[in-house]
């Protein structure tokens, strides 16, 4: 085993492909693919799943690579130290579920950052794209709720998974609409109040899945319902058709404006939002100083942080 081979595993995961990979190495993927299966050969592991579908980490793979980067950062030190050499990109990436907190966290991460170089990543996905994500460690950090209706389904994916689940808030339901809505004044609202508008929901794939929804009382029947992928769409929907989506509460007028307006709903749940992470592999600096600036936001927002 050579610290060219962990490396090499360490870009493979950063790309997300073996092809991308051997580019940004200036080597023939026929030399990489050898590189890896000498080195699973020797130490009598499967790293990566191979399928026509491209490449994922192993159980075991995710648990070699969060050891090969403690060594690379280890050895990215010595050299800092000793061989005078300038540091690497900073890395992090996160996968979330439609929310502005957590991209005003991102930005006030990378404000705060003074590296000369980095490459994060931010992925505003469907649900099980961020369970497949952190899994495979192509994301460090996934944010996604649980409420009495998904909760025994999603620990068993996150068991199956080797993910930890980390509570940040709960959020009483509320839902977003125009300020120029009918209800937009109301104290609260009940699901009667919003039939006749349209409900606006995040779309969830192949995994279209309830307990996939971003949405609580995703099983409630809609005479009007529109599925989106962004959540500009939504929010320009919103605006266009009088329409809702149920949520967290949680808005941000420096991202969102003044045209969107959050009003609690009558409904006997609630959401427990947190972040999920790979058992096998250690955050790296940027993803701990990103949960932070989370935690921060949430508590100037005046909710009460779980952990």
């Known amino acids: 085993m050579t610290l060219q081979q962990l490396r090499y595993i360490s870009k493979i995961v950063n790309c997300g492909s073996m092809n991308e990979a051997a580019k940004q190495l200036y080597i023939a993927q026929s030399t990489l693919s050898s590189s890896v299966k ?3 050969k020797e130490l009598k592991i499967e790293i990566f799943y191979r399928s026509a579908h491209g490449i994922s980490l192993t159980a075991e793979g995710a648990e070699f690579l969060s050891y090969a980067r403690q060594i690379l950062e280890q050895t990215e030190l010595l050299e800092q130290r000793y061989l005078n050499r ?4 900073q890395l992090c990436a996160v996968s979330t579920q439609h929310y502005a907190f957590a991209v005003e966290a991102f930005v006030a991460m990378i404000r705060e950052t003074d590296a000369a170089e980095y490459k994060f990543t931010l992925r505003e996905t469907r649900t099980h794209d961020i369970l497949e994500d952190v899994s495979t460690l192509r994301s460090e950090i996934g944010i996604l709720y649980l409420n009495t209706f998904n909760r025994s389904v999603m620990t068993k994916l996150f068991q199956e998974m080797h993910l930890q689940f980390q509570p940040l808030f709960l959020a009483q339901p509320h839902v977003f609409v125009s300020s120029r809505h009918p209800l937009a004044g109301r104290q609260s ?8 508008y349209p409900c606006l929901s995040f779309e969830q794939g192949a995994y279209n899945s309830f307990y996939f929804s971003e949405e609580i009382l995703s099983t409630e029947a809609h005479a009007k319902s529109i ?6 769409t939504l929010f320009n929907l919103l605006i266009g058709l009088n329409g809702y989506t149920i949520c967290t509460g949680v808005l941000n007028r420096n991202l969102n404006g003044d045209n969107i307006v959050s009003v609690p709903l009558q409904a006997e749940d609630s959401m427990q939002v947190g972040w999920i992470y790979n058992k096998k592999a250690r955050l790296s600096v940027a993803a701990q100083r990103y949960l932070q600036k989370l935690k921060e936001i949430l508590e100037q927002d005046g909710f009460a942080v779980l952990s």
Do not use: F, I
Request: hydrophobic share 35%; net charge negative.
């Open 38 to 40: 000498e080195l699973e």
């Open 227 to 232: 599925a989106v992928s962004d959540r500009a």
């Open 189 to 196: 609202v009940t699901l009667e109040d919003l039939k006749p």
């Open 86 to 89: 300038p540091p690497q990109k």
